[in-house]
């Protein structure tokens, strides 16, 4: 089934309920690597109930609708869909529990040519149920790589934030798992792509590779750790560029500059060389 330009934007994906609580906070923190080092009080803020606080970053899992693109009659080729962009706007730092729903929907396609795919951005919303307000809201591009050439309009994204051109003002290495992709899927992102190595195989990968979500999460755990103590209240929005992936086991540099309330920042994985997020930018409240 070929893509349909009007039936995407028209998609009704479903609402997703769920809820969580401190037992989920824990988990999503300890997925990404908080509590290396049991003994530093900050670090324990996010793993341990005693006084626990939510990463923002935990806000791109809630009331997930599942993988879409392959669970409806969307047209696309599923299997060779990559992350390309990730925003996050947290409109109050997340409670440690609550019932909440997600509205999602997509926003655009763009058409960049049979060789070069298409990006798909779609938008979900979370609300607590108790109380309608809002949490938090979620933008997502997808690079589809074997959908380009559907006829659809050709259009560029807006271009991204840019990096700093002089040294970081920080940097923070953390290390991957080899299992951390099958420990980040039990928050709630079962694309098996980062789980069987036959799914990789046919997107043109040698073995699964880590979320780009849990990616973006060391990265928002890294700035966190580096620059803020810890306040997770001081982070009202993060944005990131995917340019590689992640395989589990690898170490993540996240390199920082810092400009007033705006963070700008970039992961690079040590072990090969490579920038996984470009273009990220995080901004403060005072």
Not at 90 to 117: C, F, N, W
Not at 175 to 202: C, E, F, M
Request: glycine share 10%; with cysteine; hydrophobic share 40%.
């Amino acid at each position: 089934m070929a893509v349909d330009y009007d039936k995407l934007i028209a998609l009704k994906i479903p609402d997703a309920y769920s809820s969580y609580a401190a037992k989920d906070v824990l988990l999503y923190a300890l997925s990404l690597g908080a509590g290396a080092n049991p003994t530093d009080q900050g670090q324990l803020r996010l793993c341990f109930e005693e006084g626990l606080r939510v990463l923002p970053t935990m806000g791109v899992v809630l009331a997930h609708p599942g993988y879409w693109p392959r669970l409806l009659e969307t047209g696309l080729d599923w299997v060779r869909i990559v992350h390309a962009e990730q925003g996050l706007t947290l409109h109050k730092p997340l409670p440690v529990q609550a019932d909440v729903v997600g509205h999602s929907r997509v926003l655009d396609i763009v058409d960049k040519g049979r060789e070069k795919g298409a990006l798909l951005t779609y938008e979900r919303r979370v609300l607590d149920r108790a109380t309608g307000e809002p949490l938090c809201t979620i933008t997502q591009t997808m690079l589809c790589r074997g959908d380009g050439g559907f006829g659809g309009p050709e259009r560029s994204l807006p271009p991204p934030p840019q990096v700093p051109e002089r040294d970081p003002d920080a940097q923070c290495d953390i290390p991957t798992l080899p299992q951390t992709a099958l420990l980040y899927r039990l928050n709630g992102d079962w694309n098996p792509l980062h789980a069987s190595p036959i799914v990789a195989r046919k997107a043109g990968f040698d073995r699964p590779i880590l979320h780009g979500l849990a990616t973006y999460g060391v990265a928002g755990y890294a700035i966190l750790k580096t620059l803020l103590n810890y306040e997770v209240e001081r982070v009202a929005s993060i944005f990131g560029r995917f340019t590689a992936p992640v395989y589990p086991g690898e170490t993540l540099r996240t390199q920082m500059w810092v400009d007033g309330n705006v963070v700008s920042y970039r992961v690079r994985v040590i072990e090969r060389g490579l920038v996984a997020i470009n273009n990220g930018r995080v901004e403060l409240r005072s």
